[in-house]
């Protein structure tokens, strides 16, 4: 007899594998909660706004990045995977920057004429016939209509 035992497929995995995963999404959680809490507290209070907006961008990208390591388990992933998670992260951040640097509200003021031009081009002549007037909103009498005529259907023949 083989004294060295082969593990079975049917053995059950380490009990503190998934536990641990468990109790440090729990622990995540509770860290968001309590951050969260602190960010509704800095805004009722009186605090210059200067240092109001980088407290609050802190901690909102604190509680960013945990979500991002713990919940989308990057923590846990190929640093491969993390890489191409923060290239498309980089990518979106300077397409948002791009678009607000040219969308801004200089840049999106309505271009003007310059001062001696007209402000729109003259009217084009048209060759068309002009269009007859809108009825007017008072009734006027209705012009004598023939009857209609009637001409036999190819679905009712006599036969």
């Known amino acids: 007899m083989n004294a060295v035992s082969q593990p079975t497929l049917d053995a059950p995995s380490p009990p503190g594998h998934e536990t641990s995963r468990f109790v440090v999404f729990v622990r995540l959680a509770l860290v968001l909660a309590v951050i969260t809490g602190f ?3 800095l805004v009722n209070l009186p605090l210059a706004t200067w ?25 846990w992933d190929r640093i ?8 498309g992260l980089v990518l979106a ?6 678009l607000l640097a ?6 999106s003021v309505p271009l003007t004429a310059p001062a001696g031009t007209p402000a729109a081009p003259p009217p084009v002549p048209s060759s068309a016939p002009p269009l007859p ?8 009498a209705a012009p004598p209509s023939a009857p209609p005529a009637t001409t036999p259907s190819p679905l009712s023949s006599n036969r």
Do not use: N, Y
Not at 102 to 107: E, G, V, Y
Not at 133 to 140: F, N, V, W
């Open 39 to 41: 960010e509704i507290i």
């Open 51 to 75: 240092f109001l907006f980088g407290a609050l961008v802190t901690l909102s990208i604190a509680k960013f990045l945990g979500v991002i390591f713990v919940f989308m388990h990057l923590r």
């Open 80 to 87: 491969f995977c993390t890489l191409l998670f923060f290239i």
């Open 102 to 107: 040219l969308f801004q509200s200089d840049a």
């Open 93 to 98: 951040l300077g397409t948002v920057a791009a």
């Open 133 to 140: 007037a809108a009825p007017s909103a008072t009734p006027t």
